[in-house]
């Protein structure tokens, strides 16, 4: 029994072989997982709850939010940038009507007259500029603090 612990010992990878000085001198001071869930809990703090119920709504806002009323794209423009999406469209456009309905978008002019242009409203632009701010912590960062 004991050969069997050992050979499992053995076969993972870097931590337990003892190539922890590779990553780092201590590893308790490089924790990523920690740092980044801190960050996540920040922003779950500060955007609405609606875009984060699913990671295809998150990735929604950041589309609208990176092309910020551009007059070239629209609805349909959107939905095909999507590349998490596992859902249809009728989803999609439910979603996107009720973040309307809740005011967290504005229809701007579009190039065409049949397409529907939004950009995020000036507050919820302002939250998400805000989290670009926000400092990831990196092995770096946590020696010096």
Known sequence: M??????????????????IAAYSE???????????????????DLLPKSWLQKIYFHE???????????????????FEMLKTRNCTTKTLSTFLNDRIADG?????????????????????KEI???LVQMPFHDQNQQKTA
């Open 60 to 78: 929604l806002l950041l589309i609208i939010g990176e092309l910020d009323g551009d007059p070239r794209y629209g609805i349909t423009d959107y």
């Open 104 to 124: 967290d978008l504005v229809l701007v002019p579009s190039l065409k007259q049949s397409r529907r242009t939004y950009k995020l409203k000036p507050e919820l």
């Open 26 to 44: 201590d590893f308790s001071e490089m924790n990523w997982f920690k740092n980044r869930r801190d960050n996540l809990l920040k922003m779950y």
């Open 128 to 130: 998400c500029e805000s």
């Open 2 to 19: 004991q050969k069997t612990t050992e050979s499992r010992e053995a076969n993972k990878p870097g931590l337990m072989s003892g190539n």
